[in-house]
């Protein structure tokens, strides 16, 4: 192959994330020089890149660049994901460096990658001997949505191997990119910089401790005495973060090192950010280039790999990618810290012209086979390779099944204990740090007076635990509901949230109407006339609905009741104005965005049009059940439960993850009550739909419900099943199981003869 022959791309359109000019930082001249190099090579193919952004507003992005990811908004990273895979790439290429993603370790971006479909690749400039639990976390999340992995150097496939446990077939090395001129004379560069008649020594980068600098500065006295022409050139800007952090204080404190050894006249700091042009000049008027890093762990320096293409003898300490890039006579290497091997081998260096020379030239030739049209046609053959994969997803092997399950109340029992209901789970296991809360235990009650079959002692030991969480929750001084209660019984506050207050209401109006137990009606009657009151201050619209679902509850059981049909009229009043102030011609919704239990608001209008006679009110709830329901379908006709990243989003389409048990039942629940008003059996059918989302007829074909014991999984995730079972996900599918079971027999639903499995 010669460096004219045509290679035609392997894939025409590629998404390249990672930091971008003018932002200072190698980073983003690795990956600026990357995106020039794939053009130039595969002037067809389209290249779209994302540019990290730590300072949003702060550069002047080029053309170049098709959008930015602010570093610490979680959101930018899931709009990125939705604008790289509408854009039709066909992959993914990602620069991978500690730092310049947000959340613990760089999570934001594997939430980004998670959220595609596309083929990964990621180059990663560092790997971590001994990562931190959150490096070592994300790393292999990272590891295992890729399917290609590029490293500049031999070692980092060994550490990958070694502390990560990956398939060396899974791992290309790829040398760093250098860009290609002509071996120079050093005499032709230096009256630029006004060295004429010096014997420079120079190291380039960003300004910081962890350069070095320190080492060659204490050799210059020693060779200086020798070679009084020496001049010692540090070339770059203070690193930014440096600067925000201490500002110009390492480099001062180097100033001073250099006046304190008498080496004034042999050092000379150039605090400049150069371009590459300039940067390569500057390499070509030295003699001889120095890289000191003070410990092994560089897995690449781009700073070398330029000073190798450029034909500099080096002298660098023995870091891993010098180790490789200057094996077999092609370098020089002295130990970290030794000033006086630095001082010898520079002196040596600058006593033979000879030897210089014949260093330069092996450097030069090494460098021919790093240039950046190489990098690019080897990275092109591996997307290539990949162009077809698709990142793994867990499936289920078992087909899916359609007979609903037999409440069942073991997992709840699981999750109990005298005091109530704990909160959640790790996998199966209660998590006793996060306590309880009135929400959960609102929801216990009511599954107390639904769940059959149950042991008649069992039933009534439990309910008289959740009434008295709930109970003990009252704070009479506040006229309002605790919400989160300590492991210890402690609470954590004085005053629970709007919603979670409408819940307790609404667990205490169905206790009044359906408690098994007239003990436990009187007491959920008496509770509601105490406290029913307190919703009248609700602006929460979910509040309100639960509230008119206690109130509705409430009417079934004692016709008349005064506080319930207030609540109804109030309530249902101000959900159909809130409508009309939301609803676009294509946005029917009581707000301009989606959040949680969202089918919760339509069935209260149902049910308050039912129990109030007010077919206004019937009209507007199943005129928005219709809208959430067209929501939450998939294009293949599947439940999709808005995902809870679609939260707070205005006016805009639901997102498909992460989606909750929660919306399923609540969804259920609400095609229930428009199956109650209307005798219609497509709200039967909707419900079961809904209902089917936890069998597995889903976006991930994985079923979420446990049959074995009543369990159900936290959530669908991009990358499978959220395998914690909380409380919520739990009672979720056991009051869908008792609704959808109660509607089955309603409406003669035949379901198929196999069960769910997990």
Not at 181 to 197: H, N, Y
Not at 457 to 479: C, L
């Amino acid at each position: 192959m010669t460096r004219r022959e045509v290679i035609p791309a392997q894939i025409e359109h590629l998404a390249l994330i990672g930091n971008f000019l003018p932002r200072k930082c190698g980073l983003a001249t690795f990956t600026t020089d990357t995106f020039n190099a794939l053009k130039a090579r595969f002037p067809e193919a389209r290249v779209d890149v994302y540019a990290m952004d730590d300072h949003p507003g702060r550069y002047d992005y080029p053309a170049e660049v098709t959008g930015t990811i602010p570093q610490h908004e979680r959101a930018a990273y899931l709009d990125t994901a939705r604008a790289i895979e509408a854009s039709g790439a066909q992959a993914i290429w990602v620069q991978h460096e500690y730092g310049i993603y947000g959340g613990a370790a760089g999570e934001h971006l594997i939430a980004l990658l998670d959220r595609t479909t596309l083929p990964v690749i990621a180059t990663l400039h560092t790997v971590l001997e001994s990562p931190n639990a959150d490096e070592r976390r994300v790393m292999e999340a990272l590891l295992r949505r890729a399917s290609r992995v590029i490293v500049m150097a031999e070692k980092g496939r060994q550490i990958l191997r070694r502390v990560h446990g990956v398939d060396d077939r899974k791992v290309v090395t790829i040398p760093h990119g250098v860009p290609d001129r002509a071996l120079a004379d050093t005499a032709l560069f230096k009256p630029r910089f006004g060295w004429q008649g010096r014997q420079v020594v120079l190291t380039f980068g960003l300004l910081a401790p962890s350069k070095g600098i320190e080492t060659v500065i204490r050799a210059m006295p020693a060779v200086a005495a020798r070679h009084p022409d020496a001049l010692y050139v540090v070339l770059g800007a203070t690193h930014p973060n440096l600067v925000a952090h201490e500002g110009e204080a390492y480099r001062e404190r180097l100033h001073a090192l250099t006046a304190e050894l008498g080496i004034a006249q042999n050092v000379q700091f150039i605090d400049s950010f150069v371009e590459q042009d300039e940067l390569l000049d500057y390499l070509q008027a030295a003699d001889i280039y120095a890289t000191p890093y003070p410990g092994a762990a560089q897995i690449t320096s781009g700073t070398l790999s330029y000073a190798v293409a450029m034909g500099k003898p080096v002298i660098s300490t023995p870091y891993v990618h010098a180790t490789e890039i200057l094996a077999d006579g092609h370098g020089v290497l002295v130990d970290f810290g030794d000033s006086a091997g630095f001082a010898r081998e520079i002196n040596a260096l600058l006593d033979c012209d000879a030897r210089r020379d014949e260093l330069s030239a092996r450097a030069y030739a090494r460098g021919r086979t790093m240039l950046w049209e190489r990098a690019a046609e080897a990275a092109m053959r591996e997307f290539g390779a990949v162009r077809d994969v698709r990142p793994h997803r867990i499936v289920s092997t078992r087909a899916n099944a359609l007979e609903p399950l037999t409440p069942d109340f073991r997992a709840v029992e699981r999750m109990s204990d005298a005091t109530g209901m704990l909160q959640h789970s790790i996998y199966a296991v209660p998590d006793r740090r996060h306590g309880y809360c009135i929400d959960d235990n609102a929801r216990a009650l009511i599954l107390m007076h639904r769940i059959d079959p149950l042991d008649a002692g069992e039933r009534d030991k439990w309910t008289s635990i959740y009434a008295a969480f709930v109970q003990f929750a009252w704070n009479p001084d506040q006229r309002r509901f605790r919400n989160f209660m300590r492991f210890d019984r402690s609470w954590c506050e004085d005053v629970g949230s709007e919603d979670s207050n409408g819940r307790a209401l609404w667990a205490l109006g169905v206790t009044a109407s359906e408690a098994r137990d007239r003990k436990y009606r009187d007491w959920g009657r008496v509770l509601f006339d105490e406290t029913a009151a307190i919703s009248f201050e609700f602006g929460s619209p979910r509040a309100m609905g639960f509230a008119m679902l206690g109130a509705a509850a409430m009417l079934e059981a004692h016709p008349g009741h005064a506080a319930s049909v207030q609540i109804l009229e109030r309530f249902g009043a101000e959900l159909v104005s809130l409508l009309e102030e939301a609803r676009r011609p294509e946005w029917e919704w009581f707000e301009i965005v989606l959040a949680y239990d969202n089918a919760r608001l339509p069935e209260a209008l149902l049910r308050a049009g039912r129990a109030l006679g007010r077919d206004d009110f019937t009209a507007c709830g199943l005129k928005t059940l219709e809208w959430i329901v067209a929501q939450q379908t998939s294009p293949e006709g599947k439940f999709r439960a808005v995902g809870s990243e679609s939260f707070g989003r205005a006016y805009a389409e639901p997102m498909q993850f992460d989606q909750q048990p929660l919306e399923a039942q609540a969804t259920i629940d609400a095609c229930v009550a428009a199956f109650d008003v209307t005798g219609d059996e497509r709200w039967a059918a909707e419900a079961e739909r809904a209902y089917r989302w936890y069998l597995g007829q889903n976006d991930l074909s994985l079923p979420l419900a446990s049959a074995q014991d009543g369990g159900c999984f936290d959530g669908l995730t991009p990358a499978g099943l959220n395998r914690n079972q909380g409380a919520e996900s739990i009672l979720a599918l056991q009051l869908a199981n008792c609704a959808i079971s109660a509607l089955s027999k309603r409406a003669q639903i035949v379901a198929g003869p196999k069960r769910a499995v997990a």
